[in-house]
């Protein structure tokens, strides 16, 4: 497949494209082409040492040269951005290309980490997608709970669940066998996406805790 990945710059961007370069082509995107193209050089580096020779690839381009030809793409921006990033991608994406949103709307306060659309009354990050990328049947949600430095390093196993939202069983299906290639990350299905908030807002509950509790990287799993 060929996965693009806007903001693929960041933690969770090189996370993503080091566990899926093994079989897949990852185009990491950036505002800045050179920028991406940089990140891929490195990210490459890194996966060659780590796994020898991979099946697939890492290369990078800007956010929107890349979208009329990827499989999927992983949004992997922060909240504040999604209006600005996704209006540039409007009609670009192929009709059959599947959006993640991996985005937690979230904010700082004196109290701790809170969650941006129970305290501003704004919309949740998902919804926030689907309403600017339609078909709202190609968007998904997921990895809201995954810490970036544990998804980076490829040593490790993540032991972890990640929440799946999603509209259509065909596309929570192929994410599904996505998420399985991660090692020790278990896909599990929450429901439409109409419900990704309920995934998405875990992510400020495990940081207060982590963090009042001094727990480095802790992820959500089911028992
Ligand atoms: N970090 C975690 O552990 C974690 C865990 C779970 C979920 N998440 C979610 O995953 C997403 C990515 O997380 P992250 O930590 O990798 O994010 P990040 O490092 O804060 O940002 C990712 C990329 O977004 C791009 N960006 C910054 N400002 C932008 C703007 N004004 N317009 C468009 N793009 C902009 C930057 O790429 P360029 O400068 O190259 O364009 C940056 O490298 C976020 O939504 C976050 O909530 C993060």
Redesign the pocket.
């Known amino acids: 497949m060929k996965i693009g990945i806007a903001?693929g710059?960041?933690?969770?961007?090189e996370g993503f494209a080091l566990r899926w370069c093994q079989k897949h082509d990852v185009i990491v995107g950036?505002?800045?082409a050179q920028?991406?193209r940089d990140a891929a050089e490195n990210y490459t580096r890194t996966a060659k040492q780590t796994y020898g020779n991979i099946a697939g690839s890492i290369s990078g381009n800007d956010?929107i040269s890349f979208t009329n030809d990827i499989d999927v793409l992983i949004l992997?921006?922060?909240?504040?951005?999604i209006d600005?990033?996704c209006g540039k991608l409007t009609g670009k994406l192929r009709d059959d290309c599947i959006v993640v949103s991996?985005?937690?709307p979230?904010a700082r306060t004196e109290a701790g980490f809170v969650y941006i659309p129970l305290e501003q009354g704004k919309e949740q990050?998902a919804e926030m997608v689907a309403d600017k990328l339609p078909p709202r049947s190609r968007v998904v949600s997921a990895?809201?709970?995954?810490?970036?430095?544990k998804l980076k390093n490829l040593q490790q196993s993540l032991d972890a669940d990640t929440f799946i939202c999603g509209d259509d069983q065909n596309v929570i299906a192929k994410l599904k066998n996505l998420v399985d290639e991660i090692s020790g990350l278990r896909p599990l299905y929450l429901g439409p996406l109409a419900l990704a908030y309920q995934a998405e807002i875990l992510?400020p509950m495990v940081l207060n805790a982590a963090k009042r509790n001094k727990l480095k990287n802790p992820g959500v799993k089911l028992v």
Do not use: L
């Not at 990895?143 to 430095?149: L, M």
């Open positions: 903001g710059t960041g933690g969770m961007g950036s505002r800045d920028k991406a956010n992997s921006i922060p909240y504040e951005f600005d990033t991996p985005i937690v979230m990050a990895f809201h709970t995954i810490s970036e430095s992510t």
